[in-house]
């Protein structure tokens, strides 16, 4: 049967994986149980790519489409939020179903509420809030003899100023140092991220997204920074130690798997609402210490908590 809604999507990878509950919504309330997901023609970062991969692996998404002229108009419904949805496909989503939202950093929900709410308030969904969604590839498969840490240090753009952490170089030998062979140091990104930091295993630049999140289920533990990664890891339940820097706590923070947030807790934290990360020194991230990270390593393997 051919799905009868439509949903928008343009935003990074950690907000994709946020806006699945979402789409799991709209998706139920459709006959067929399906959605169809619009991308923007002129997006073309490296994200839509990454987004595509994660889609079409999702059970509840029909067919994953670029918007072009040709565009049919024959859904009957049609989502998009203000967060969601840039780019050529804005005009004709809003036009289809036009309301009025709050602009998400003007409160303190988390983003999988913002958009969830939105499918409540605005399309009639009436049930429980679904779960994040993540399906991942079959492989690589990871051996299973050592306890395995996945490092990660990504971000996107001019917000990579107050994500990135840049201390894993020296983390990852007082890792060894301290484990030994007990632990596998497994690396993951994209591009030159973390290209001078030792490890076990190197997977920077060598997956497609649902790969990385096939590695990131086989993890026992992941430390990261505030990354589509860490949400992939959230949704999959797999541990996370963040490293958080100046995004929204309570917009971007874990909310499934057992996670520990080491922050500064600076006045000038969050500065993304400010804008006054274009100015930042990244005082947040290096205040952060190895010696704290080291701690938790130490309690999360020792008695598999925080």
């Known amino acids: 049967m051919k799905t009868q809604s439509i949903a928008n999507f343009r ?11 979402a789409l799991r919504a709209i998706a139920s309330l459709d006959p067929s149980g399906m959605v169809d997901l619009c991308l923007d023609a002129d997006w073309e970062d490296g994200r839509k790519g990454a987004v595509i991969d994660l889609a079409k692996k ?17 859904y009957k419904t049609w989502f998009w939020t203000s967060w969601s949805t840039h ?6 989503f809003s036009a289809m179903k036009p309301y009025q939202q709050e602009n998400w950093n003007q409160n303190v929900k988390h983003e999988s ?10 399309y009639g969904y009436k049930g429980w809030k679904p779960t994040q969604l993540v399906v991942p590839d079959v492989e690589p498969i990871l051996p299973k003899d050592k306890i395995k840490i996945v490092l990660c240090d990504g971000s996107f753009g001019d ?28 690396k ?42 860490m949400h992939i890891a959230d949704a999959l339940g797999t541990p996370v130690l963040v490293l958080w820097g100046g995004s929204i706590l ?20 969050p500065c993304i609402q400010s804008m006054k990360y274009t100015d930042c020194k990244n005082e947040c991230l ?21």
């Not at 930091?197 to 920074?225: C, G, H, P, R, Y």
Request: aromatic share 12%; glycine share 6%; charged share 25%.
């Open 11 to 21: 935003n990074g990878i950690g907000n994709f994986v946020l806006y699945t509950p």
């Open 58 to 74: 999702l059970p509840f998404i029909q067919d994953v489409f670029l918007k072009s002229d040709s565009f049919e108009k024959t």
């Open 87 to 92: 780019g050529l496909s804005r005009e004709i």
């Open 113 to 122: 509420d913002y958009y969830f709410e939105i499918a409540r308030d605005y």
């Open 159 to 186: 917000i990579a100023i107050f994500k990135k952490w840049g201390g894993f170089k020296d983390l990852a030998k007082y890792i060894k140092r301290f484990f030994g062979d007990r632990v596998s140091l497994i």
């Open 188 to 229: 993951i990104g994209t591009s030159d991220e973390l290209h001078d930091v030792e490890t076990d295993v190197n997977f920077v630049s060598q997956l497609t997204m649902t790969q990385t999140a096939k590695v990131i289920q086989q993890a026992d533990l992941m430390i990261t920074t505030d990354t589509g990664n």
């Open 250 to 269: 309570a917009k971007n923070k874990p909310i499934n798997a057992m996670h520990k947030i080491i922050s500064a807790n600076l006045n000038c934290q």
């Open 286 to 306: 290096e205040k952060i210490t190895d010696n704290e990270i080291m701690f938790y390593i130490r309690k999360f393997i020792a008695e598999g908590r925080f």
